[in-house]
C-alpha cells in the first residue's frame, strides 16, 4: 500500500483558485488509480475527480465538472487537483485515495487501499 500527503489547502475567497497535492510514498505509483473526495461537515464523504494510473482518463463530479482539474505526475509520485472558480458550497476537508487498479474506471463507492489524513479548504463568500 502506499501512503498518502495532502497539501495545498485553505482559505480562499469565493472566485479564487486553489491546487491542492498529494503525495504518495513507495514505488508503484504509477499502478495506483487516484481519486479526490471531500466531506463538509454534516455530510456524508462525495467523491470530486478521478485519475487511472496513465492519467489517460479522468473523471469528475457534476458539481465541479469545468473548474477543477485532476492531473498526476507519476515521476513526483503526485496527484493534484486543480481547483478554479471555487464557491462556498466547496468548502470541506479533500482526502485523497489511492487503489491499486490498472484499469480506466473504478467505481468511486468501491473500497480503496490508503486515504491520505485530508486538507481543509474554506471558501469565503
Known amino acids: 500500500q502506499v501512503q498518502l500527503v495532502e497539501s495545498g489547502g485553505g482559505l480562499v475567497q469565493a472566485g479564487g483558485s486553489l491546487r491542492l497535492s498529494c503525495r504518495a510514498s513507495?514505488?508503484?505509483?504509477?499502478?495506483?488509480?487516484m481519486s479526490w473526495f471531500r466531506q463538509a461537515p454534516g455530510k456524508e464523504r462525495e467523491f470530486v475527480a478521478a485519475?487511472?494510473?496513465?492519467?489517460?482518463?479522468?473523471y469528475y463530479a457534476d458539481s465541479v465538472k469545468g473548474r477543477f482539474t485532476i492531473s498526476r505526475d507519476n515521476a513526483k509520485n503526485t496527484v493534484y487537483l486543480q481547483m478554479n472558480s471555487l464557491k462556498p458550497e466547496d468548502t470541506a476537508v479533500y482526502y485523497c485515495?489511492?487503489?491499486?487498479?490498472?484499469?480506466?474506471?473504478?467505481?468511486?463507492?468501491?473500497?480503496?487501499?490508503?486515504w491520505g489524513q485530508g486538507t481543509q479548504v474554506t471558501v469565503s463568500s
Open positions: 485515495a489511492a487503489v491499486y487498479y490498472s484499469g480506466s474506471y473504478y467505481i468511486p463507492s468501491s473500497p480503496y487501499d490508503s
Open positions: 513507495g514505488r508503484t505509483f504509477s499502478s495506483y488509480y
Open positions: 485519475i487511472s494510473w496513465s492519467g489517460a482518463s479522468t
